[in-house]
């Protein structure tokens, strides 16, 4: 193979991270030949920087928090994490950043790995460097998003931190500011108090985690306060400078704050801006509209699945789209897919808008799934919130001593399921798919009393919640 030949494939994958690998598996899978292309490291965001490398370095700060509210156990774990040892497990997660494992499961699967900076050079068509990929079928645009930062003068010379170096780094800044208060900033400032920093949060809006319930948000910082972290909401940054290694951040408020590090978690842009966009005439750098068998509006070649789509910057979403994606790329193909059928199966549906599950790993974790109580009225539903404390659960005592917790459902009155879920407290993540199950399936209100949750489990929330609902 020369450099200078065009290939021809059935499907060509800009993006080797989880959701391009999982578009390939399934074209693969349908016998379509399919290329994948990636300019960094296989696997992508998620198992390098984001999902793997964040859980990782939390779930030693979680397991500590669980212990503490045992009595018998408490005092066994009252020393500091270790801090080496936590980094050197992150690591072997991240695969110490190599993904000779990765690469070879694509091949593994039959499609070819293309190594550069892939282009789109009009319609079906992917450079990477000296080669050309035409696509028979589809283009599948699967490149992610990368952090923001603000327009701040001289913020280059301060080198903060996103996420990437959050998630990476081999040492514990002994002042933390971190900026912003959504999934990323909590959860980062979790670990990093918990890992010794001083934290400092600065928050723009009027709470944490404003994308769910405000009792979420009023949850986490609540307990990173009770853990020694500085919280400030209302707050800006109006200039940031290092001097001598020392950070120094003033605030819209004439605040003046020192840090050996900060980060900047301050939202996230799609990576469409040197991809040929403007070859087949879409802006670049521009977030992607799709339908939903997540093919790009305007044209019957091209699809962008996963964060450039902005549906739900979300691994498991993405993934998700990517299932759906493959599907109808092999139907289509196939002939056996028209424009609005269904392009999984008779049994699956197109991409759902609403039902999109979350979990934040702070301590206590955040869970949420569909809509929260105002979306759901803004979405002009006729809704009713029903909230319970978690700690009237027996499980929840069983837990741990001190339990803190909230769940909430959001009825729709006229149908009488369930719109949204929400749950705060320890070990919620593993509540949520139950939830997900509720809201995807329009399970009826009067069908889940026969689900009957476990005793004495975190489940039975379920059973109080349905008792609110019903005496209220």
């Known amino acids: 193979m020369t450099e200078s030949e065009t290939i021809a494939y059935d499907v060509v994958v800009l993006g080797a991270g989880p959701v391009g690998e999982n578009v390939a598996d399934r074209t693969r899978a349908a016998g379509l030949t399919t290329a994948v292309v990636e300019s960094e490291l296989i696997g992508g965001e998620c198992s390098y920087w984001a999902c793997m490398p964040s859980k990782a370095l939390l779930r030693p700060v979680i397991a500590r928090a669980d212990a503490r509210r045992l009595p018998g156990l408490r005092q066994a774990v009252q020393g500091p994490l270790d801090a080496a040892a936590v980094f050197a497990r992150r690591n072997w997660f991240t695969g110490d950043w190599t993904d000779d494992g990765q690469a070879d499961w694509i091949a593994g699967i039959g499609a070819d790995l293309y190594r550069g900076h892939g282009r789109l050079a009009g319609p079906r068509t992917v450079t990477v460097g000296d080669r050309t990929l035409t696509a028979r079928h589809a283009v599948v645009l699967s490149t992610g998003t990368r952090a923001v930062l603000p327009p701040l003068p001289g913020l280059a010379e301060v080198r903060p931190w996103t996420s990437r170096e959050a998630t990476s780094s081999q040492t514990v800044p002994g002042r933390l500011v971190v900026v912003g208060g959504g999934v990323v900033a909590t959860e980062m400032a979790t670990a990093y108090q918990a890992l010794g920093s001083r934290v400092t949060v600065l928050v723009r809006g009027k709470g944490l985690l404003n994308r769910m319930e405000p009792f979420a948000g009023e949850l986490v910082a609540e307990a990173l306060t009770e853990a020694g972290a500085d919280v400030r909401t209302g707050t800006s940054v109006e200039s940031v400078t290092r001097t001598d290694g020392t950070v120094t951040v003033v605030t819209d408020g004439g605040d003046r704050i020192e840090a050996d590090e900060i980060l900047f978690a301050t939202g996230r842009a799609p990576r469409t801006d040197d991809i040929g966009l403007d070859t087949i005439g879409l802006e670049p750098g521009s977030w992607l509209t799709v339908d939903d068998s997540l093919r790009v509006a305007g044209t019957d070649w091209l699809y962008a699945t996963g964060d450039i789509n902005h549906r739900a910057l979300l691994t498991h979403q993405g993934k998700y789209q990517a299932r759906i994606a493959g599907a109808a790329i092999a139907a289509r193909a196939a002939g056996t897919l028209l424009d609005g059928a269904d392009p999984w199966s008779a049994h699956a549906a197109t991409a759902d808008h609403e039902t999109v599950p979350q979990v934040v790993f702070t301590d206590p974790e955040a869970a949420a799934v569909g809509l929260s109580l105002a979306e759901a009225e803004q979405a002009g539903y006729r809704v009713r919130a029903v909230d319970v404390d978690m700690s009237s659960v027996a499980g929840a005592g069983l837990y741990g001593e001190g339990y803190k917790g909230r769940a909430r459902m959001v009825v729709d009155l006229e149908e009488e399921i369930l719109r949204g879920v929400t749950f705060v ?48």
């Open 425 to 472: 407290g320890p070990g919620v993540g593993e509540l949520i798919h139950s939830a997900t199950v509720a809201v995807a399936g329009r399970v009826p209100i009067a069908r889940l009393w026969h689900a009957v949750p476990s005793y004495p489990t975190l489940s039975e929330v379920w059973l109080r919640l349905l008792e609110a609902f019903r005496d209220n």
